[in-house]
């Protein structure tokens, strides 16, 4: 029984540590994202491409969706995050109203 219970706490260890890590590796891909899409924008399109050029212009709609979407993904990620906080906030008003200590 014993070796169950240290499992779980090993296996519930070990997944606290893999969404921390997949957080920060999501976190990292973003960033090199935006970066790789503002240097981008300031290298290629907006400076040296000629404006009435096709292929600049799909460049330009191109890097606007990836941004956009960019944002919109690190906006669903704060609402996961707020809502993440706000479940444990109130798991923990549960756990203080069950909990009846000396009973």
Known sequence: MA?????????????ILLSVLLKVVINLINYIVIGVMHGLDSCCISKMAPKDNDATAELIEIREK???????????????????????????????IVHFPGV
């Open 3 to 15: 070796y169950y219970i240290g499992f779980a706490i090993v296996l519930f260890i070990g997944l």
């Open 66 to 96: 990836t941004i956009d979407w960019l944002k919109d993904s690190l906006y669903k990620v704060k609402l996961l995050k707020a809502e993440f906080f706000e479940l444990r906030r109130r798991s923990k008003k549960m756990a203080s």
